[in-house]
């Protein structure tokens, strides 16, 4: 148990991240199938915060740590907050927001991996993986059964203000969380911080509207072409 939950760093991680992008993908599909399901969809949102909630705990056990990546304020452990919150709350607008930040943020998440360097098992490995994966579920089960579309207003408003609050909560810990501060080392480029909020800003917005038209113009589609099947 001790080593599960260790804070000395290995260094690096022996993670598959091909299997678990095949997993990933099922775990859409399987999403999809259900997306009446409202109870999964519930239960794939409590576990989804329980799972932050062990994380914050551990994070809690290392004050520098905790620090520097324990608060919540990465764009997918928000996502997974805010997104169990607003379906509880009824926060419509901001269900469907974070459902699509999550979803973008879980396939970002697993096509450029940037996991704790620990070796399996521990603790930020499971809940690395358990996150994206709950939170890629839940995303798409919320974004199949709500039909309330989001305007751009909203979509920049809401980026611009989340992203405000991690770049302060940046500036004064000294973290990075968002990377707001800096991108990852895998990236061959860097920008200043004030480039990278408007970068980040712009393009999650940008990625959110235009997803959000595609789906909406694909599904407006498809219900066009039920309607005239059952009128013909």
């Given at each position: ?10 260094g690096?991680h ?5 299997i ?8 859409l ?14 239960i794939?949102?409590?576990?989804g ?24 304020m ?9 997104l ?47 996150s ?13 059964q709500?039909?309330?579309e ?5 979509i ?6 989340m ?9 004064f810990?000294?973290s ?19 480039q ?7 393009l999650?917005?940008?990625?959110i ?6 789906y ?12 005239e099947?059952?009128?013909?």
């Open positions: 148990m001790t080593y599960f939950f260790r804070y000395e760093p290995d690096v022996n993670m598959s991240i091909f678990i992008r095949i997993v990933f993908i099922a775990v599909l399987f999403a999809h199938t259900q997306k009446h399901n409202k109870k999964l969809l519930k794939s949102l409590t576990l915060l329980f799972l932050q909630v062990v994380l914050f705990f551990w994070y809690s056990g290392n004050p520098v740590l905790f620090m520097k990546e324990g608060l919540p990465y764009h997918c452990r928000l996502s997974a907050i805010m169990a919150a607003s379906y509880f709350l009824k926060k419509e607008k901001w269900m469907r927001y974070f459902a699509w930040l999550g979803l973008l943020g879980a396939i970002i998440a697993f096509s450029f991996p940037d996991p704790s360097p620990f070796l399996w098992p521990h603790i930020t490995n499971i809940t690395y993986i358990g994206h994966m709950l939170l890629g579920m839940s995303a798409v089960i919320i974004l199949c709500e039909e309330i989001l305007n751009i207003k909203d920049f408003l809401y980026t611009v203000t992203n405000l609050v991690i770049s302060f909560v940046n500036h810990m000294g990075n969380y968002g990377y707001l501060k800096a991108l990852p080392k895998m990236f061959p480029f860097d920008f200043m911080p004030i990278l909020f408007f970068i980040l800003s712009v999650i917005s940008v990625i509207i235009v997803t959000e038209k595609i909406l113009y694909i599904h407006g589609d498809h219900h066009k072409n039920v309607e099947d059952i009128i013909i």
